[in-house]
């Protein structure tokens, strides 16, 4: 495979110049400096040396698993109706009690099924139980346990009075992981492409972060303006007079599955995220215990060793009147806008990533009422660098897209709006109060997990360093959340990777759990049967509250 090598027209990044509030005498400064931001690539380290760290990769256990069943099931499984379904599985209560007491424990037994109702003879599907009584606005995520021959048990503890439903649901046979990972090896589910052009002539490629990209003699590295990271794209023909430098904007288009039959009618009969009946009452009571716990008496988030916020066996909280109550601290964060112009007063917050973290600088814009100094967003579906401002309380709010793998959907975008995290974060200077959080997530879904790796590894490499420079700085990893595959994205997005990229995160920030906090966002949004990529504005709501109890204002 011929390379070009590649380096983009780029702009030194000039968010270290105005990432504080100034003084209103230098305001009219930064808001120029805003303006004219120009976010490119900066190269970190060449494509071979890359290529190497990829090969050196650890692989976590369950990609390992991954792995083995990807070479293994869809050998054996040969029968559509061998698959694990909803209508033959059910669960049943097996600590049943007339009135149960906060706090306690409720065991469920649950029994997977195929279509000729026949228990499944091993484990591996994966199995959700969730508490709720929407009458309160409340909800609360359980434990799976699986007994590796078709059963699975459940435990779920009381956190909240009321008359409450339990509800179990194959999230996803196990066939649904096979399938997804069969598209590292052939066409993608989603692709992004780049538009090479030139005097009127142009020409669209594919780009992955593999340099074989197949239906390509040769192909232009991208690595280094990628800061560091592997991305290639197919070379434009040569009879078209365009070369690597000529490419100016980037899409993303979904091709055809490249799925087997089985596969695709598992897909099409849609048996993602369905509820199992149930063999006793849906529905118990809950009484309060005057004699528990108080949550007045629990550490204060923001004292809480940052080491307990990551991932254990228990759920990390539950929610009560749409507010998320972490289960081993007490959060003293009232959500106001005074508040939050207290805590946030002569700080930035920094917030990298997708979407969903773009979701939380749209969120605090309006609940806020901030402006925008950067660019006015033409769309909601903006991925462009944001900045927020209060010149009144001295603070600013930011948000900044990931480099490649980055999908800005079927519109045509300019380059230069993409920037590594890492490189975001080494340029916040020491001595810094500021707030970071960092999310990477479904853009990293049409690719083997050590991309995901990849780009986490290098993140953690920053943050350590950023944590010794400036150890106020409060560092935020948000973890992956719960949503149902449906309508265009059956068959290409699942959250059945983010167990799998927790895990990945938690696995690069062993040594640092001393000093980030992980933000459980799984709990929160397997227990408020969140639908959508997207969270709805209620459960934004309640994951930046859920955040700011751990800032000490």
């Known amino acids: 495979m011929q390379q070009?090598?590649?380096?983009?027209?780029?702009?030194?990044?000039?968010?270290?110049?105005?990432?504080?509030?100034?003084?209103?005498?230098?305001?009219?400064?930064?808001?120029?400096?805003?303006?004219?931001?120009?976010?490119?690539?900066?190269?970190?380290?060449?494509?071979?040396?890359?290529?190497?760290?990829?090969?050196?990769?650890?692989?976590?256990?369950?990609?390992?698993?991954?792995?083995?069943?990807?070479?293994?099931?869809?050998?054996?499984?040969?029968?559509?109706?061998?698959?694990?379904?909803?209508?033959?599985?059910?669960?049943?209560?097996?600590?049943?009690?007339?009135?149960?007491?906060?706090?306690?424990?409720?065991?469920?037994?649950?029994?997977?099924?195929?279509?000729?109702?026949?228990?499944?003879?091993?484990?591996?599907?994966?199995?959700?139980?969730?508490?709720?009584?929407?009458?309160?606005?409340?909800?609360?995520?359980g434990v799976i346990t699986d007994n590796q021959n078709g059963t699975y048990t459940g435990i779920i503890k009381l956190p909240f009075e009321?008359?409450?439903?339990?509800?179990?649901?194959?999230?996803?046979?196990?066939?649904?992981?096979?399938?997804?990972?069969?598209?590292?090896?052939?066409?993608?589910?989603?692709?992004?492409?780049?538009?090479?052009?030139?005097?009127?002539?142009?020409?669209?490629?594919?780009?992955?972060?593999?340099?074989?990209?197949?239906?390509?003699?040769?192909?232009?590295?991208?690595?280094s303006g990628n800061y560091g990271f592997p991305w290639y794209c197919g070379r434009p023909s040569s009879s078209s007079e365009l070369s690597c430098s000529d490419w100016n904007v980037t899409s993303t288009i979904m091709p055809e599955l490249n799925y087997t039959d089985l596969y695709k009618k598992m897909f099409r009969n849609n048996r993602l995220h369905r509820q199992l009946k149930s063999k006793s009452s849906l529905y118990i009571i809950v009484s309060e215990d005057s004699t528990a716990t108080r949550e007045d008496n629990l550490t204060p988030c923001h004292?809480?060793?940052?080491?307990?916020?990551?991932?254990?066996?228990?759920p990390s909280g539950y929610l009560q009147n749409w507010t998320w109550h972490v289960t081993h601290c007490r959060s003293t964060f009232h959500d106001t806008p005074q508040r939050w112009n207290e805590c946030?007063?002569?700080?930035?917050?920094?917030?990298?990533?997708?979407?969903?973290?773009?979701?939380?600088?749209?969120?605090?814009?309006?609940?806020?009422?901030?402006?925008?100094v950067t660019e006015k967003w033409l769309k909601k579906s903006w991925h462009k660098p944001s900045l927020l401002q209060s010149p009144k309380h001295n603070y600013s709010i930011f948000w900044g897209p990931h480099c490649f793998p980055f999908h800005n959907g079927v519109a045509w975008e300019n380059l230069g709006s993409l920037k590594a995290t890492h490189a975001y974060i080494d340029?916040?200077?020491?001595?810094?109060?500021?707030?970071v959080v960092i999310h990477f997530y479904l853009h990293f879904m049409a690719y083997h997990p050590d991309l995901y790796r990849l780009h986490v590894r290098r993140t953690r490499q920053s943050v350590a360093e950023l944590k010794i420079r400036s150890p106020d700085t409060l560092v935020f990893v948000k973890g992956s959340h719960a949503f149902r595959d449906h309508g265009a994205i059956i068959g290409r997005t699942d959250d059945i990777w983010g167990g799998i990229y927790d895990k990945i995160v938690e696995e690069e920030f062993t040594d640092l759990k001393d000093s980030v906090i992980f933000l459980n966002m799984w709990d929160m949004t397997v227990a408020s049967e969140n639908k959508m990529q997207h969270p709805n504005r209620t459960i934004i709501r309640a994951m930046v509250n859920y955040m700011m109890g751990f800032v000490k204002c």
Not at 21 to 44: A, E, H, K
Not at 345 to 372: A, H, I, P
């Open 162 to 223: 009321g008359n409450v439903k339990i509800t179990v649901s194959l999230a996803t046979p196990k066939e649904t992981l096979d399938a997804l990972y069969s598209n590292f090896n052939g066409k993608r589910i989603r692709e992004i492409i780049a538009r090479f052009n030139k005097n009127g002539i142009s020409e669209d490629t594919i780009c992955r972060p593999d340099e074989h990209i197949p239906g390509y003699a040769a192909v232009c590295n991208y690595t």
């Open 344 to 372: 946030l007063k002569s700080r930035t917050l920094w917030m990298f990533g997708d979407s969903t973290t773009r979701q939380f600088l749209f969120y605090l814009m309006e609940y806020l009422n901030l402006q925008l």
């Open 427 to 435: 340029e916040i200077p020491s001595r810094s109060r500021d707030i």
């Open 303 to 314: 004292d809480l060793p940052p080491r307990l916020s990551w991932p254990s066996s228990h």
């Open 4 to 141: 070009v090598s590649v380096f983009p027209r780029k702009h030194k990044t000039t968010w270290s110049m105005c990432r504080k509030m100034p003084r209103p005498s230098d305001l009219m400064v930064v808001i120029l400096c805003g303006i004219c931001l120009i976010t490119t690539y900066m190269s970190i380290s060449s494509s071979a040396l890359f290529d190497r760290r990829i090969k050196q990769f650890p692989i976590n256990q369950e990609v390992k698993w991954i792995e083995q069943i990807s070479s293994s099931s869809s050998n054996h499984i040969k029968d559509f109706k061998s698959i694990a379904i909803h209508r033959c599985s059910d669960f049943e209560i097996t600590t049943t009690k007339p009135v149960y007491i906060v706090g306690e424990e409720v065991k469920v037994h649950i029994v997977i099924r195929d279509s000729y109702n026949r228990r499944k003879s091993n484990g591996g599907d994966y199995v959700r139980l969730w508490i709720k009584d929407v009458t309160k606005g409340a909800c609360a995520n």
